[in-house]
């Protein structure tokens, strides 16, 4: 069973980097060609793409946050990361990884738990 | 960007009743890249259809999805008390955007 999990500091200060790991077990992401992505949700909002890798390393990024964003991935360690620059209160969010039905730009089928990162002083 | 824009912002409803969601998009988007998920309070979103249509796995048949070009219809038969939720649309056609949701809620 496929499974997703976020990890990294709830807590950023303003103007700092956040920065996020999705490990994933039950599957590799290497020996499959899908986008695997970072969705997040501010709290009571809606719900907001940021970007996707695919397991070569090509990236696609949301237009809004494209300056300031880095998506990776560690093969060897079946992770991918985040890394969103300059944080603002604005990014304070719940981040979820997720990997999409199959390969292409499929929607996603399966989602890690969720990862709430408040930006703060 | 194409924008997905659903209506109505909240749906009150009776279990048992036919709830009728609307996803319209900003331009025409393939069926293949329509999705519709569901969230509850405190969970990730799932996938309940894919390429407008298709269910997605362990998906009751309560719920269907129709549509094509720039209008899309998520519809819930009759609803269950689980059903009470948010739904969004996503396209994945032209960048990947989501709709700002559907809140079902017990009337």
């Known amino acids: 069973q496929l499974q997703l999990q976020e990890s990294g500091p709830g807590l950023v200060k303003p103007s700092e980097t956040l920065s996020l790991t999705c490990t994933v077990s039950?599957?590799?992401?290497?020996?499959?060609?899908?986008?695997w992505g970072w969705i997040r949700q501010p709290p009571g909002k809606g719900l907001e793409w940021i970007g996707s890798?695919?397991?070569?390393?090509?990236?696609y990024y949301s237009p809004s946050l494209k300056s300031r964003l880095t998506i990776s991935v560690d093969t060897s360690k079946n992770q991918f990361s985040l890394k969103l620059s300059s944080v603002t209160a604005a990014d304070t969010a719940m981040y979820y990884c997720?990997?999409?039905?199959?390969?292409?730009?499929?929607?996603?089928?399966?989602w890690g738990q969720g990862t709430l990162v408040t930006v703060s002083s | 960007e194409i924008v997905l824009t659903q209506s109505p912002g909240t749906l009150s409803l009776s279990p048992g009743e036919r709830a009728t969601l609307s996803c319209r998009a900003s331009?025409?988007?393939?069926?293949?890249?329509l999705a519709w998920y569901q969230q509850k309070p405190g969970q990730a979103p799932r996938l309940l259809i894919y390429?407008?249509?298709s269910r997605a796995t362990g998906i009751p048949d309560r719920f269907s999805g129709s549509g094509s070009g720039t209008d899309f219809t998520l519809t819930i038969s009759r609803l269950e008390p689980e059903d009470f939720a948010v739904y969004y649309c996503?396209?994945?056609?032209?960048?990947?955007?989501f709709g700002g949701g559907t809140k079902v809620e017990i009337k």
């Open positions: 997720a990997r999409p039905l199959s390969s292409g730009w499929t929607p996603f089928d399966y």
């Open positions: 039950g599957g590799s992401i290497s020996r499959s060609s899908y986008y």
């Open positions: 890798i695919y397991y070569s390393g090509s990236t």
């Open positions: 331009q025409s988007v393939s069926t293949s890249y």
């Open positions: 390429g407008a249509s």
């Open positions: 996503q396209q994945s056609g032209s960048s990947l955007t």
